[in-house]
């Protein structure tokens, strides 16, 4: 498998300059040695973003984004590490050959690029034929009547598919695909019994599907007309290309808008992704009829710690919420739900107010998970009513049993005492017992099969905790000195951080100086797909080191991490003996205190 060298990568980074590069994208004023300009990955009045002449970095102070060039041009144009090397190189003469993979990168097979290279034409295809053909001119007529403008058309790639069995076939076929590559990408279907081939999607609006990276891995064709049993939406089967559990509508689109923001809007459909987008709110996605999965989770939680669920406002739009709202494990992200009036559909509604009235009052406005619980769960009850009652608070309690921080807690039964009439005091009590209960379940619940979720890094600005400083003073010596690395490596006692971020970057930093043997931060930060991470590693990497007191300040750092660990430790433990003395476990009680102890005074040890 060929990678791009890495002596061409040095010499795109060496003629790169980055303040020409991003001057290209924002309007940069000199200050003292650095330029200043708005942040291209946030919303501000006042500049923050700085970058380096001298370091050949960027680091936003508002929203902790930084980065080299490579990693600028990732970011801000949605790119793979292999895109915009090639990109940067078409910008210096260097030419990049188009099938080379990095060394922090996977090369797709070869059979996969033929399917991606399948879609790309037949995107094209599509496209040609709703916009500059008699066939396509209904079609058109009809979404310019749904509202679609031109400009939303081309940004979402829409296409028409014509009426005959083999149209994209035939192109196919022309361009040198073979009868089994297009069956194989999901374009067209060869019946069981081996006679002839035809086009899978046929009268129909053609809507691409991307991946993550922006690349069309498949379609959901609309018919405008409905005759007989067809569906009315028709998606490609899976393919090796094509899953449906690793895409979320619009996301390529969607992560930069979602990164100023500060949120995403999870949709029930990609029409709603596609009416808020060409009302101005830009960071929709939408599932592909499926559950929530690791994959999905993971792709949020790369561009922002809280999804807004958005669903219409009728019967099944509220089930559809539920069923979301289940989807997202409570320490994972944070997820609200924003349910649309009046029985709207988030399309109707914006058509209706437009879209400032949506992101203000509702986008703007959205229940957290558990207020929505109550609200879900008081839908079908008349509260006067006893049976109704005892039903809907039995069903809150459940609720928040396991689910929530005593400050929710304390909230939320102040607020159920408030609609049912019954006592704080009474509900605190009842709840005792739903803990308790859920408490039995999860220790009698067999251990998850699964493999552990990755550390969660956390949005936005990065850390500015007195251990977090001692965190990035360390890492910061790690990533310009290799044999300190190797001693903390080799120590036996795995990785010195706290906060899960700084142990990602320790086990990737790990994997860097094996592969490489020398420190070079622009390099390491090109490996790291996570842009948090690379956050974090470019704001270290602009601080400035004093190499007379290195040992010193790594000395005092550590000491500041072990007492921070025991600190919450201890924490964690006072809070479980507070719970043990609530539930009368008076020997469980003992023993943490005994344990609380013993951390105290090795805390005084340090």
């Known amino acids: 498998m060929k990678r791009i060298p890495e002596e061409k990568i040095e010499a795109i980074r060496s003629q790169t300059d980055i303040v020409g590069l991003v001057g290209e994208y924002v309007q940069l004023t000199k200050r003292g040695?650095?330029?200043?300009?708005?942040?291209?990955?946030?919303?501000?009045?006042?500049?923050?973003?700085?970058?380096?002449?001298?370091?050949?970095?960027?680091?936003?102070?508002?929203?902790?984004?930084?980065?080299?060039?490579?990693?600028?041009?990732?970011?801000?144009?949605?790119?793979?590490?292999?895109?915009?090397?090639?990109?940067?190189?078409?910008?210096?003469?260097?030419?990049?050959?188009?099938g080379e993979a990095s060394g922090g990168g996977r090369q797709l097979p070869s059979g996969h690029r033929r399917l991606l290279d399948a879609h790309r034409y037949a995107e094209e295809f599509y496209r040609h034929l709703l916009l500059n053909t008699v066939e396509g001119e209904e079609a058109l007529e009809y979404l310019y009547g749904r509202g679609f403008t031109k400009e939303t058309i081309d940004k979402f790639g829409i296409g028409w598919s014509l009426g005959s069995r083999e149209s994209l076939v035939t192109l196919l076929r022309r361009k040198g695909f073979s009868d089994e590559e297009i069956a194989e990408a999901g374009l067209a279907i060869i019946p069981e019994n081996g006679n002839g081939v035809f086009d899978r999607f046929r009268n129909r609006v053609m809507f691409p599907l991307h991946d993550m990276n922006g690349k069309t891995v498949g379609f959901s064709g609309r018919v405008i007309k409905k005759t007989g049993d067809e569906p009315k939406y028709l998606n490609s089967p899976e393919s090796p290309i094509f899953n449906k559990s690793e895409i979320l509508y619009n996301y390529h689109n969607a992560r930069l808008a979602a990164r100023k923001s500060g949120n995403v809007i999870l949709f029930e459909g990609f029409m709603d992704v596609i009416s808020a987008d060409s009302e101005g709110v830009q960071a929709g996605v939408a599932l592909m009829g499926t559950a929530m999965s690791d994959k999905h989770l993971s792709m949020l939680g790369r561009v922002t710690n809280e999804v807004i669920i958005c669903t219409d406002g009728d019967n099944a739009g509220w089930e559809a919420a539920r069923r979301f709202s289940r989807m997202f494990p409570s320490n994972r992200l944070d997820a609200k739900v924003a349910i649309v009036p009046e029985g709207l559909d988030?399309?109707?509604?914006?058509?209706?107010?437009?879209?400032?009235?949506?992101?203000?009052?509702?986008?703007?406005?959205?229940?957290?998970?558990?207020?929505?619980?109550?609200?879900?769960?008081?839908?079908?009850?008349?509260?006067?009513?006893?049976?109704?009652?005892?039903?809907?608070?039995?069903?809150?309690?459940?609720?928040?049993?396991?689910?929530?921080?005593?400050?929710?807690?304390?909230?939320?039964?102040?607020?159920?005492?408030?609609?049912?009439?019954?006592?704080?005091?009474?509900?605190?009590?009842?709840?005792?017992?739903?803990?308790?209960?859920?408490?039995?379940?999860?220790?009698?619940?067999?251990?998850?099969?699964?493999?552990?979720?990755?550390?969660?890094?956390?949005?936005?600005?990065?850390?500015?905790?007195?251990?977090?400083?001692?965190?990035?003073?360390?890492?910061?010596?790690?990533?310009?000195?290799?044999?300190?690395?190797?001693?903390?490596?080799?120590?036996?006692?795995?990785?010195?951080?706290?906060?899960?971020?700084?142990?990602?970057?320790?086990?990737?930093?790990?994997?860097?100086?094996?592969?490489?043997?020398?420190?070079?931060?622009?390099?390491?930060?090109?490996?790291?797909?996570?842009?948090?991470?690379?956050?974090?590693?470019?704001?270290?990497?602009?601080?400035?080191?004093?190499?007379?007191?290195?040992?010193?300040?790594?000395?005092?750092?550590?000491?500041?991490?072990?007492?921070?660990?025991?600190?919450?430790?201890?924490?964690?433990?006072?809070?479980?003996?507070?719970?043990?003395?609530?539930?009368?476990?008076?020997?469980?009680?003992?023993?943490?205190?005994?344990?609380?102890?013993?951390?105290?005074?090795?805390?005084?040890?340090?």
């Open 346 to 606: 988030p399309d109707d509604y914006l058509k209706k107010y437009g879209g400032k009235a949506f992101r203000e009052n509702i986008i703007g406005q959205p229940h957290t998970l558990l207020s929505f619980s109550m609200m879900y769960a008081k839908r079908d009850k008349n509260l006067k009513n006893e049976n109704d009652l005892l039903q809907y608070i039995h069903e809150v309690l459940e609720e928040l049993a396991g689910k929530t921080t005593p400050v929710e807690r304390d909230l939320y039964l102040k607020q159920l005492a408030e609609e049912t009439g019954v006592s704080v005091e009474a509900l605190t009590a009842q709840f005792r017992k739903s803990e308790a209960r859920h408490t039995r379940k999860e220790r009698q619940a067999p251990p998850p099969e699964s493999r552990p979720a990755e550390p969660a890094v956390p949005r936005g600005k990065t850390r500015k905790t007195p251990v977090a400083r001692a965190e990035r003073i360390i890492l910061s010596h790690m990533l310009r000195d290799g044999a300190l690395f190797a001693r903390f490596r080799d120590s036996g006692e795995g990785s010195p951080f706290f906060h899960d971020e700084y142990t990602a970057i320790f086990v990737r930093l790990a994997g860097f100086y094996e592969e490489y043997g020398e420190p070079d931060v622009h390099r390491f930060c090109e490996t790291l797909d996570d842009p948090e991470l690379r956050k974090i590693v470019m704001e270290t990497a602009m601080n400035e080191l004093s190499g007379e007191y290195a040992e010193e300040e790594i000395r005092d750092s550590m000491r500041h991490i072990r007492k921070y660990r025991i600190e919450m430790e201890i924490s964690e433990k006072l809070q479980q003996s507070k719970e043990a003395e609530k539930m009368s476990n008076l020997s469980r009680a003992l023993e943490l205190s005994r344990e609380i102890i013993a951390l105290r005074k090795s805390l005084s040890a340090i």
């Open 33 to 98: 040695r650095n330029w200043f300009g708005l942040c291209p990955f946030h919303d501000e009045n006042s500049p923050s973003f700085s970058v380096s002449e001298d370091k050949q970095m960027f680091h936003c102070f508002g929203c902790g984004a930084g980065g080299n060039a490579i990693t600028f041009v990732m970011d801000v144009e949605n790119l793979s590490f292999v895109e915009a090397v090639a990109k940067l190189g078409a910008r210096s003469g260097i030419e990049v050959e188009t």
